[in-house]
């Protein structure tokens, strides 16, 4: 994102927590329907979470690909139209929960359909094998590993590849792969079928966003989930032992928040294969993401300038080291492969000068957090961040109330010792039931060039509505769904208005 670009405001929304009676949100009607509402409101930036296939745990930033789209984001209805899918067997679709996504719920039985659609595909829509085929040959990177790798994934229950496959496939020993691939041809194409249903109805979702001025914020996990597509097809990129196993892990070490350090467990690069390759793998990453959405959050874009490298097998994260990046090194191959281009740098947690040079040097945008203006220190007394307080905040940033991984704004509130609720009442000069909209009109207000709010936030839901408590894996997480009925005129008009004023409309 250029620092010259004109003010604009947003709403964090993922696509899977829309309205839907196939209980996901997906790219049907409804996705169409909220950009119309975005739209009437003046929103101009809609951010999404990452787009992979999620496996256990159902987060978005752990999918099996770095590539491949959701398949559980397609829509049937718009299947049916297609005549991929009747309407009786919609109609026969169990009833699902209207506030949450039951993950196992959904899986099985929009799957099936989903299977179904493609088995269709694969049999009548002989006008559209031209275009099929030219998605296979240009996707042809990603998709012939993950459509391969997601037939081992059923064959093998869901058992990780490095772990419990067989020591052929595991290895990617060619003749053993072919043969496998030979005798589940229909699977594996069943598969890239999936991907361009996915491709196809998000291009078309993209094109109507933008008909109503409307961008689109991707987010790119900085690492990949180990039991994923990207690290059994490219082994080489990250570290390993001499037996070919993850000989360390990513986190981050002990501070205030946790006297035993985070650990995350994703496998790390190793970067000097990938300087040496020229970041082919990241070019090509960075190549399919810019494709679906129009700018980039890059998570823990700390990573990119030092990442903080942990012995596999180790229980908590106290025993790591921080390891150096090239990152301008980094950022001068992306240059020279897409010109200027759209990123925000999540720069949140531990970051130092060297952090802060990578990111204003390629003119990358930062992420202020207003919650993060009230906090307390270990020992519970009072740690107030003025660099988190709006009145500090420079232009070249991108402002949030909060972010998926915080509590909603009144929940936040909400859970406040009295003697900190006092402070952040006498911050924003209004009364507690004003507390969320005070809150959005002074982030709107900002010189930050860029504000979004998360939906939670501008429905002025509670703790209830939280998308995701980090390092706990739970049903809740990942699940929140809400209701276009509560989308109103009357809070339209209301953000039309707080837009106009701070010089925010599209």
């Given amino acids: 994102m250029d620092s010259k670009t004109t003010r604009n405001a947003g709403i964090l929304l993922h696509i899977t927590s829309l309205p839907s009676r196939y209980g996901i949100g997906d790219l049907g009607q409804e996705a169409y329907e909220m950009a119309d509402w975005m739209h009437k409101a003046k929103i101009g930036l809609w951010q999404i979470l990452p787009l992979g296939p999620t496996g256990f745990g159902n987060s978005p930033y752990a999918p099996r690909s770095s590539f491949a789209g959701n398949e559980l984001m397609i829509s049937l209805d718009r299947l049916q139209e297609e005549q991929l899918l009747l309407e009786a067997e919609l109609r026969d679709y169990p ?109 078309a979702f993209k094109s109507h966003v933008h008909s109503k001025h409307i961008q689109l914020i991707g987010d790119v996990p900085i690492f990949v989930a180990s039991d994923s597509a990207d690290t059994w097809s490219n082994l080489s990129l990250f570290k390993t032992d001499a037996q070919g196993k993850f000989c360390a892990v990513s986190g981050v070490p002990p501070d205030f928040f946790s006297a035993t350090g985070q650990l995350w467990g994703n496998p790390v690069y190793d970067w000097s294969v990938l300087q040496e390759t020229g970041y082919g793998w990241w070019m090509k990453r960075l190549e399919r993401q810019f494709s679906l959405t129009d700018i980039l959050r890059i998570d823990h874009f700390r990573g990119f300038d030092a990442y903080y490298e942990i012995p596999a097998g180790e229980r908590t994260a106290e025993k ?187």
């Fill in 95 to 203: 009833d699902c929960p209207e506030d949450k996504v039951d993950f196992p719920l959904v899986q099985e039985h929009k799957m099936n359909m989903l299977k179904l659609a493609a088995k269709r595909f694969r049999e009548k829509k002989l006008h559209e094998k031209s275009a099929f085929l030219a998605f296979c040959k240009e996707q042809a990177f990603w998709l012939d590993d993950y459509a391969l790798f997601m037939v081992f994934y059923e064959q093998y229950q869901d058992a990780r590849w490095f772990s419990h496959w067989p020591k052929a496939y595991a290895k990617r020993d060619t003749v053993a792969l072919q043969s496998f691939s030979k005798e589940h041809e229909q699977d594996i194409l069943q598969w890239k079928i999936l991907q361009y249903l996915f491709t196809d109805q998000w291009n």
């Fill in 320 to 506: 790591g080291q921080w390891v150096d990046v090239d990152g301008k090194d980094f950022f001068r191959a992306v240059r020279a492969h897409f010109g200027t281009v759209p990123i925000i740098a999540e720069d949140l947690g531990i970051v130092t000068e060297s952090v802060e040079e990578l990111r204003d040097s390629n003119a990358f945008p930062g992420m202020k957090i207003f919650q993060f203006g009230f906090t307390r220190d270990a020992q519970g007394n009072p740690n107030y961040r003025d660099d988190f307080l709006p009145h500090n905040w420079g232009e070249n940033y991108v402002a949030y109330t909060g972010t998926h991984d915080n509590n909603t704004t009144l929940g936040w509130f909400d859970a406040l010792k009295e003697e900190d609720k006092q402070i952040v009442l006498s911050y924003l000069d209004c009364s507690e039931e004003d507390v969320v909209w005070e809150m959005i009109r002074m982030l709107l207000l900002s010189h930050a060039r860029y504000a979004i709010i998360p939906m939670q936030d501008v429905l002025k839901k509670g703790e209830r509505a939280r998308m995701n408590y980090p390092s706990t894996c739970n049903d809740v997480n990942w699940s929140w769904r809400f209701s276009l009925s509560e989308c109103t005129d009357e809070i339209a008009n209301t953000l039309a208005h707080l837009l106009t004023i701070s010089s925010r409309t599209t």
